[in-house]
């Protein structure tokens, strides 16, 4: 099991700028792929950005692209999303994940995880 600790989220105005970060114990981490999700409330949880193992690949939603960088220090065991250009629509709860399984997945399944953190909020205002 990977355990998962987010940091980084607050309020900021429209058009600012946030970093999240995400520490992850418990697993070798160059062996984990990552994802970040957010919920709003009375939503579903959505995909923002995931990464693949070795980092490599990153992916995104349409929402975000252009937007939110995803990256992965397997160094330092934390994956971390620079998000810019925020807007009032970005205000949720940002979740990171591990996934440990091996195989192919979809990235933007929330069930294709295996572990979650606790959350971090995020609040754009107007």
């Known amino acids: 099991q990977v355990q998962l600790i987010e940091s980084g989220g607050g309020l900021v105005q429209a058009g600012g700028s946030l970093r999240l970060s995400c520490t992850a114990s418990?697993?070798?981490?160059?062996?984990?792929?990552m994802g970040w999700f957010r919920q709003a409330p009375g939503k579903e949880r959505q995909f923002v950005a995931g990464?693949?193992?070795?980092?490599?690949?990153?992916y995104y939603a349409d929402s975000v692209k252009g937007r939110f960088t995803i990256s992965k220090d397997n160094a330092k065991n934390t994956v971390y999303l620079q998000m810019n250009s925020l807007k009032p629509e970005d205000t949720a709860v940002y979740y990171c994940?591990?996934?440990?399984?091996?195989?192919?997945?979809?990235?933007?399944?929330?069930?294709?995880?295996?572990?979650w953190g606790q959350g971090t909020q995020v609040t754009v205002s107007s």
């Open positions: 990464i693949s193992r070795v980092p490599g690949s990153a």
């Open positions: 994940a591990a996934r440990v399984r091996s195989g192919n997945y979809y990235y933007y399944s929330p069930s294709a995880y295996d572990d």
């Open positions: 418990g697993h070798t981490f160059s062996s984990v792929a």
